[in-house]
């Protein structure tokens, strides 16, 4: 453990003392194996646990005497075990913050006590005890360097005739302690040899590439990199002496674009910020602060979020040209004879520029002058459909690249020794090396940079070596060299050679892309020849299955190209773009390329055809399947808000609902799958509604295919939240075929579809009679236990609306439904609690079920979701409160049996959401009517609290709040509280509301206050008494009598005052 | 003058009348035009050699011309597949025959046309060599390559890989077929010899309708 200690563990700063073991992952492995030994000692080596250490490890813990149980005696804070030694010691003794302990089965027992705290002790106790095996054995053990003789001290000892089994245990535990240490030792051996060493070298490389990306211009990386000291060693270092005996080669100041100058220290163990040396380093700014990088960029990458964006966009230029930077001479010539041949030719002379940059830079790897070209830059993405210059950009691009990647080489070779030595050897390897290496290279830098606006893709994998390529890897890497190199006869038999190979497969797919294959590809998109087109679509539609090629087709502008390609006349080029297209566009970035390049309009455009009619000519199907090639396509788009919209205005939205007239399902199902896509826009819903689409979707309800079936139902889910479709879906009488859906109860994905329609159509009350009769409710309550959450939701849902009605109280009631909705209120989906405490809340408006909710303590969930964050299931809960409430047995003593109940929903006043508000009034003056429970609630001050809301208008929390005050009058001074508190003035305003709702609880509140005289003087003032004279000529009964009770109570007060002048 | 003439267009009238029987694609019209458009290619060369027909070097200019055909080669095989009669000369029932395919022939046509322009010595076999020979230009040269030719062959093989489905080294017209069937790209697999959609639709309405107007 010594050694390992001494050696391994990584102390902070070289002072020595109390020192603190760094949080690295290595010590962290350290402490870990340490744990492990120690927390297992006891039970391995039961003997020599019991050994007692010559002297105590003592340490300060975080340990308290609460921690400790059995088998110790605790007396205030501190702690004793009972197990002692000879002399009497306890073996452990806690007064905290000190600890001391003297056994090895003392030590287990700590660890086992500590929990998650396990890893602070240890490290406490190592840093306390630098060199525990002192303490445990004695001085004489203690780690020296070089040679240890303490075992050969030890045996001499054993053999010197000292037969007493302490010391046969001490040999015992000595050497378990340095089978410790190796093997902790050889793991952190492992690590060490993993790690990175820099040279100085590599350090003033990369700082001098740095430094060229620095200046005052727009599209600079940093501001500054200066060293500290312009003082160089002979060997390289700039930091004094006395620091490069710690390994530190130089200090350097950044100025980033939107830090703080970042002080950083170069040191051969890696790169760090330190301190803040300026100028002359006092001691403490040597410290390290933060974590180790194993070179600047990824250092500055991590702190400058600018730095790492630039880096990522290649949004960056260097800022002084360099006089050694010499143009790449692009003479190749190429016999471009045929037409149709330029492309490649092109592709062909690019790529020799490649070799060429690579080739130059190569033997200035270590060098490392600069040679970096100057990139024009190419921004925005809005490009004409014109040809040239779609050329002309790809042009820009890979320009960009190629300097990019040279860049990127240039920043490869400052890195440090051992990665260059994995270079070597990997390129010793015979064929492809180099430009294996660079896209290596290229992805490094891609792997941090997540691109934030890409959500669904996934990030790179890629094998790290390619010893064990697959032999298919070099076949294609053959072919694709006879796309780049042949004219169309040639590319033609190599593009039918290619589709053999299994594109389904990764491996191929990936070797297209990494031999540069789909670059070639994309350029034959773009060439006159149609066979070549053809055949090239057809791969790239097999292989953009895979996201990683879909991500780089889009990196090479691939959608713009297929996107011109669908006003081709040849139909078959036509499907086969939107067919790629379909599978590129998976993630936003490439819907909104299709968009931008006017995609849309053009996808729109190819669902013209006749789909419906008996005898179809050859050419009438070819359309008929182009129609159905740019559904597909749209379907993919249509997951961006933007493309919705986009569909519409091009007028997608009558051919969709032509083309759903199709009786073909491989028509349908992507035809649907846009519709239900877009249902999420109003001005869909409006337009499935109107252009006649449910009765289809309802048709296709019934068809054999699932895929379709749960499309329509997802469709019917959207467009149901409006009556009048509601009232369609009946019409055609779609709810029978939704409730037999239900019986699919394999396919999730059908099913929550399904359920989702039907909750949404029982919110019409005429579909609810229909589904009673075709018995829905017993099939959903049957699918309330073991369902995902997205089902459960409607489910639940479903039940809640279904509830509304009494009948479907008691057979959800009687099918069982109640418990394992109660059981749901445990949940933690949002959405799901939501519409379970709606359910509930409608079930308990029945006096039986109320009675198995009671049972089952629901009421004392429903009142604990209100402690819940969201406002949506505050307000759910509050109003399920209120039947609950109303329907139980001794529901003051049961509300008042929740500790705290009162004071949280109380508290839920100081709410902004007027929903919540709403729901939490209703619910107090349900819980007004207790009078015992008034009294809390007024000591929790809920009148000021109400009279606070009276100045809204909000109709619904109007006549909460008004029914809330009315009923909190009848306690104590309320009524008086309430005067003061301002709270009549606004009521009076509330007679002013169309809603007649509004008028009864508000007159009924104001006949409670008006039996205080100061609160009839401020109705009186507000003119209440013509407001009051109108709602008594109302039809209402209850609200005819508390106005004119209203009106007696101000009158009997004028009356008294004037008797009181008079008499 | 004009009589001849007159008889000339009644001649010419009959002729389509018996040529659109014998040939699918093209109605009387077509047919009609066709012949003008024939009479018209000949033009001088009738006066000494009337019936022949068109010569080799005639046709290649209107491949080459007409229809952007460019491999010397594959011209002079598309020759030899209209000129049936082997005389050298395309003949006015020829053509029209010829056409028919070319233009507008049905996939069977073509791949028969195809399967006799690539058959180079008409053995009803496509030989390795006659791969070679048809293919030999289709790869740029790399000037590094130690063997120039082994891009060529390796494409030969990967050819042979692909369509000849009873591996016996070279392409029978049922291997061709069935490979074409397939996969259709392979229709034209050793070289263009069909017009291109666009100068057919060039060809057609230059000679369907222009004449007719005038």
């Known amino acids: 453990m010594g050694v390992a200690l001494t050696r391994a563990a990584q102390w902070t700063t070289a002072s020595s003392g109390t020192g603190k073991l760094e949080i690295t992952p290595q010590n962290a492995s350290l402490l870990k194996e340490i744990q492990s030994f120690v927390e297992q000692f006891s039970a391995r080596h039961p003997q020599e646990a019991k050994h007692v250490f010559k002297e105590p490890l003592q340490w300060k813990t975080s340990l308290e005497a609460s921690d400790f149980k059995t088998e110790y005696d605790i007396s205030g804070v501190s702690v004793v075990s009972r197990e002692k030694d000879m002399s009497g010691r306890p073996l452990l003794h806690l007064s905290p913050p000190l600890i001391s302990v003297l056994s090895f089965s003392q030590l287990s027992k700590l660890l086992q006590v500590a929990n998650e705290r396990k890893l602070k002790e240890v490290r406490s106790c190592l840093e306390a005890n630098r060199d525990p095996v002192v303490q445990i054995l004695g001085p004489s053990f203690a780690t020296v360097e070089g040679e240890d003789s303490s075992v050969l001290r030890l045996l001499e000892k054993v053999k010197g005739g000292d037969p007493s089994e302490e010391t046969e245990v001490k040999v015992k535990l000595l050497i378990l302690l340095q089978q410790l240490d190796t093997q902790v030792l050889s793991s952190s051996l492992k690590q060490i040899s993993q790690e990175v060493r820099l040279s100085p070298t590599a350090v003033k490389n990369e700082v001098e590439l740095l430094k060229s990306f620095c200046g005052s211009g727009e599209k600079r990386l940093l501001k500054s990199v200066n060293y500290t000291s312009d003082y160089e060693f002979s060997n390289g270092c700039r930091s004094p002496p006395w620091r490069q005996v710690h390994g530190e080669i130089c200090y350097l100041m950044v100025e980033s674009c939107d830090t703080d100058t970042l002080y950083i220290t170069c040191s051969t163990a890696g790169i760090f910020l330190n301190g803040g040396i300026k100028q002359e380093g006092e001691e403490s700014a040597y410290d390290r602060i933060g974590d180790v990088y194993k070179d600047l960029v990824s250092l500055l990458k991590s702190h400058s979020a600018y730095f790492a964006n630039q880096i990522n966009t290649q949004d960056f230029v260097v800022q002084e040209e360099p006089p050694s930077t010499q143009k790449i001479p692009h003479v190749e010539s190429v016999d471009a004879e045929e037409p149709g041949q330029t492309q490649r030719a092109y592709e062909h002379q690019e790529k020799n520029v490649h070799d060429r940059a690579r080739q130059q830079l190569a033997p200035s790897k270590p060098g490392g002058k600069k040679n970096l070209e100057p990139s024009p830059k190419w921004k925005g993405l809005g490009l004409p459909s014109g040809q040239q210059e779609a050329e002309e950009k790809k042009k820009g691009k890979k320009a960009e690249k190629s300097t990019e990647k040279s860049a990127e080489t240039q920043a490869k070779a400052t890195r440090p020794d051992s990665r260059k030595k994995a270079e070597f050897s990997r390129s010793s390897l015979p064929v492809h090396q180099s430009s294996q290496k660079t896209k290596v290279a290229v992805d490094e830098f891609s792997e941090s940079s997540s691109e934030s606006d890409e959500d669904e893709e996934t990030p790179e994998r890629r094998p790290e070596s390619n010893t064990d390529l697959p032999s298919e890897y070099w076949q294609i890497q053959k072919l694709v060299k006879y796309l780049k190199g042949g004219n169309q006869t040639a590319t033609v038999i190599a593009l039918c050679s290619m589709r053999d190979f299994n594109l389904a497969q990764e491996t191929c797919q990936l070797a297209i892309r990494d031999v540069g294959g789909l670059e070639v590809l994309i350029n034959l998109l773009a060439t006159e020849e149609i066979k070549c087109k053809i055949g090239s679509l057809k791969i790239l539609k097999e292989i953009s299955h895979n996201s990683q090629i879909r991500r780089a087709i889009a990196d090479l502008a691939g959608l713009q190209t297929m996107v011109c390609i669908l006003d081709s006349p040849d139909k078959e080029l036509k499907c086969l773009s939107a067919e790629t297209i379909a599978n590129v566009a998976k993630f936003r970035r490439a819907r909104r390329t299709v968009r931008q390049h006017g995609g849309i309009k053009r996808l729109v455009e190819l669902l013209d055809c006749v789909p419906d009619s008996a005898a179809l000519t050859a050419e009438q199907e070819r359309d008929v399947e182009v129609a159905r090639c740019g559904a597909l396509a749209l379907w993919s788009c249509s997951k961006s808000t933007r493309n919705k919209d986009a569909i519409r205005r091009a007028g997608g939205i009558p051919l969709l609902a032509r083309l759903l007239k199709s009786p073909h399902e491989d028509m349908l199902i992507p035809v649907v799958g846009t519709l239900q896509e877009c249902a999420s826009e109003e001005s869909y819903r409006v337009a499935i509604q109107t252009e006649g689409m449910i009765e289809d979707l309802v048709k296709n309800l019934s068809c054999e295919n699932q895929e379709l079936q749960m499309h329509c139902a997802s469709a019917i889910f959207k467009c149901a939240e409006d009556k009048s479709t509601r009232d369609l879906v009946r019409r055609y009488e779609g709810l029978q075929p939704l409730v037999r859906l239900l019986s699919e109860a394999e396919n999730k994905h059908l099913l929550a579809a399904t359920t989702g329609a039907i909750w949404k159509c029982s919110i019409s009350i005429e579909n609810v009679a229909l589904f009673q009769e075709y018995h829905a409710l017993e099939t959903l309550v049957g699918l309330l236990m073991n369902q995902p959450e997205e089902v459960l939701v409607n489910v639940v849902g479903a039940l809640g609306e279904c509830a509304q009605k009494p009948a479907n109280r008691t057979t959800i009631r009687k099918s069982g439904g109640i418990p394992p909705l109660v059981n749901l209120l445990t949940g933690t989906n949002q959405a799901l609690l939501v519409n379970v405490t709606r359910a509930v809340g409608a079930c308990a408006t029945e006096p039986e079920s109320m009675a198995i909710i009671d049972r089952l303590d629901g009421v004392r969930l429903l009142w604990s979701l209100l402690k819940n964050p969201n406002p949506d299931v505050q307000s759910s809960a509050a109003w399920a409160i209120c039947p609950c409430i109303e329907n139980a047995k001794d529901a003051g003593e049961m509300v008042r049996s929740f500790v705290g109940g009162l004071e949280l929903i109380v508290n839920l006043l100081k709410s902004t959401n007027g929903e919540v508000l709403a729901s939490v009034c209703a619910s107090i003056a349900k819980i007004a009517k207790d009078e015992e429970n008034l009294a809390v609630i007024t000591d929790h001050g809920v009148v000021p609290m109400l009279a606070k809301l009276t100045d809204n208008t909000d109709d619904k929390l109007r006549r909460n709040l008004a029914e809330a005050i009315a009923r909190c009058c009848m306690w104590g001074t309320n009524r008086v509280a309430f005067g003061e508190a301002g709270a009549v003035a606004p009521l009076v305003r509330y007679l002013r509301s169309k809603d007649p709702c509004v008028h009864q609880a508000t007159a009924q509140a104001l006949f409670q206050l008006s039996r205080d005289p100061n609160n009839c003087i401020t109705m009186h003032e507000n003119g209440v008494v013509k407001l009051l004279i109108e709602m008594m000529g109302s039809n209402d009964e209850v609200l005819q009598e508390a106005s004119a009770g209203c009106v007696a109570n101000i009158r009997r007060l004028a009356l008294a005052n004037e008797k009181a002048r008079y008499s | ?214």
């Open chain 2, 1 to 214: 003058m004009s009589e001849m003439s007159a008889m000339n267009r009644k001649l010419i009238q009959n002729l389509a009348e018996t040529l659109s029987r014998q040939v699918k694609h093209f109605n009387k019209t077509e047919a009609e035009c066709l012949i003008r458009l024939f009479n018209g290619l000949l033009g001088d060369q009738t006066d000494k050699r009337v019936g022949n027909g068109l010569d080799r070097g005639k046709f290649r200019n209107i491949l080459h011309k007409t229809f952007g055909m460019t491999d010397d080669m594959i011209m002079d095989r598309v020759f030899r597949a209209f000129d049936k009669d082997n005389d050298s000369y395309v003949a006015v029932k020829e053509w029209i025959e010829g056409l028919s395919v070319f233009l507008r022939g049905t996939l069977d046509e073509k791949i028969k046309y195809c399967f006799d322009v690539y058959d180079l010595n008409g053995d009803g076999y496509i030989s390795r060599e006659e791969m070679f020979h048809m293919l030999k230009n289709s790869l740029i040269r790399q000037p590094t390559e130690e063997d120039p030719d082994e891009g060529i062959k390796d494409l030969v093989e990967i050819t042979l890989k692909k369509m000849d489905h009873d591996h016996d080294g070279r392409l029978s017209y049922a291997d061709f077929e069935k490979a074409v069937r397939e996969e259709n790209l392979l229709l034209e697999a050793f070289g263009t010899c069909l017009p291109d959609a666009k100068s057919i639709q060039a060809f057609e309405q230059h000679a369907f309708q222009e004449p007719l107007e005038s």
